[in-house]
């Protein structure tokens, strides 16, 4: 079994550490949760993210059964990178495996960079809006009400495309919900607080999307 830290593969803590802590640096020091609501809501992103690093760099047990399904043997669930899944769900020719793999991967890691960026900047516009206490109207949040969720929903598909595992998959739409339903409760609140300039805001923006009609 693999132990070094510097070796990227299957069966490494180390590794499972690391990306698990700098995801929680991520939700807990950049996006700053304040009120209990949002706690838990990170808390439960937390624990979908070391869901997926505990099979991305532990033990690959989608990768053991999705193998075992399509008739390939052990040493190749074993393979790290044969864990880019979809592919081999989808039956690709194997002289069209690898190519594909690293397109899924590529699509993946770029969603993931472009989610991670967006949360970033929709934060540091928020925080700032926050302190001024006004309404964060400039930069992303001139088209989405929401960037900071833009970005992390971005950063579930991207890992749902680079990295299926069962419990990802499954608990994927059960997150997005969270999410959702925090967003609306935020929206409630600035309601109450900004009233009608708030209400023509809302009119003008989409929640997690830029709004092209009206």
């Not at 081999?88 to 793999?101: A, E, G, H, N, V």
Request: charged share 15%.
């Amino acid at each position: 079994m693999q132990s070094n830290i510097f070796t990227i593969g299957y069966f490494n803590v180390w590794l499972v550490a690391i990306y698990t802590i700098l995801v929680g640096i991520f939700l807990f020091g950049i996006l700053r949760p304040c009120r209990k609501v949002e706690w838990k809501s990170a808390g439960v992103a937390q624990a979908w993210v070391m869901a997926l690093y505990a099979e991305m760099y532990g033990v690959p047990l989608t990768a053991y059964f999705v193998m075992t399904w399509v008739g390939r043997t052990q040493s190749e669930a074993e393979n790290h990178f044969n864990g880019h899944l979809w592919p081999i769900i989808f039956s690709i020719p194997d002289m069209y495996l690898r190519q594909t793999q690293v397109w899924f991967t590529l699509v993946g890691q770029l969603l993931i960079l472009a989610g991670g960026l967006l949360a970033i900047f929709g934060w540091r516009e928020i925080h700032r809006a926050v302190a001024s206490n006004s309404i964060a109207q400039t930069g992303l949040y001139r088209f989405i009400r929401h960037p900071q969720y833009t970005g992390f929903y971005l950063f579930l598909i991207g890992s749902v495309i680079n990295w299926p595992t069962f419990l990802t998959l499954l608990t994927f739409p059960a997150l997005c919900v969270v999410y959702r339903r925090l967003a609306i409760a935020e929206e409630q609140e600035a309601l109450e607080m900004f009233g009608d300039e708030y209400q023509q805001y809302m009119q003008r923006t989409g929640r997690f999307l830029p709004k092209f009609s009206g």
